[in-house]
């Protein structure tokens, strides 16, 4: 055999063994997470993998921003193998929707029971004044500006949030024998829902001037209408 040849075939040997390396590893991988030995192309939506992984988005999230949430930082938050993340989550891009419309069904869930309690002005206030409430909402927004299948879905969502409490505030504000056409609720609805969740904002970044003359106010607009707080 010639030189020429003796070195075709040493590097065809070398790229062999490279190749058997790290199919080995990727072998080695699987069996150290069994439930990635499926054929399922993600997990089940109820799997206690599963949410405490959207648990440790969300944590991480709230702590740094949608940025800091990776697909390693978030199997460290959950304790669990990185390689879980991908088998829940075919991206990630798929984890923040999972994430958002947990959030967002819980939340419609509470507006209801909100608007529906006895002094639904005062609970649509405090469900707006929620300082996690109003970081995720930032977030989220941030997100929506970057990804377009996020814009869309939290866009419904959005959307879906704003209708309800238009159609609520509607029947509350007749009952108090509030005039619907001279007070708009969706302009009252956004009104309320704005400076609650700007005074979340500025509260964390120390801001405060004002809030305590606007926090009286809406707690006398609320007693009027609605007595004292429970």
């Known amino acids: 055999m010639d030189g020429n040849a003796e070195r075709s075939l040493s590097d065809a040997v070398r790229l062999l063994s490279i190749a058997i390396a790290e ?9 150290q997470c069994p439930e990635m030995t499926s054929t399922r192309r993600l997990g089940t939506d109820d799997s206690k993998t ?11 999230m709230l702590e740094d921003g949608y940025a800091g949430v990776t697909s390693r930082r978030v199997a460290a938050k959950a304790g669990l193998k990185p390689q879980l993340v991908h088998y829940y989550f075919r991206t990630m891009d798929d984890l923040f929707l999972a994430m958002f419309r947990r959030g967002a069904d819980w939340n419609l869930e509470r507006q209801t029971l909100a608007l529906a309690s006895d002094q639904p002005l005062r609970a649509l206030w405090d469900f707006s004044s929620e300082p996690a409430g109003a970081t ?3 977030e989220f927004s941030a997100l929506a500006n970057h990804r377009p299948a996020i ?6 969502y959005a959307e879906r949030f704003r209708q309800l409490q238009i159609a609520a505030l509607s029947s509350v504000l007749s009952d108090y024998g ?21 005074m979340v904002i500025e509260d964390a970044l120390g801001v405060t001037t004002g809030h305590e003359e606007t926090l009286a106010l809406v707690a006398r607009l609320l007693h009027r209408f609605e007595g004292d707080q429970p």
């Open 23 to 31: 199919l080995s590893t990727r072998l080695l991988d699987v069996r």
């Open 50 to 60: 599963r949410t405490a992984l959207l648990d440790a988005a969300l944590q991480l």
């Open 136 to 138: 995720l909402t930032i």
């Open 151 to 156: 814009r869309s879905v939290v866009l419904d």
């Open 178 to 198: 509030i005039d619907v056409d001279a007070y708009e609720p969706a302009a009252l609805v956004l009104i309320l829902q704005s400076i609650a969740r700007f």
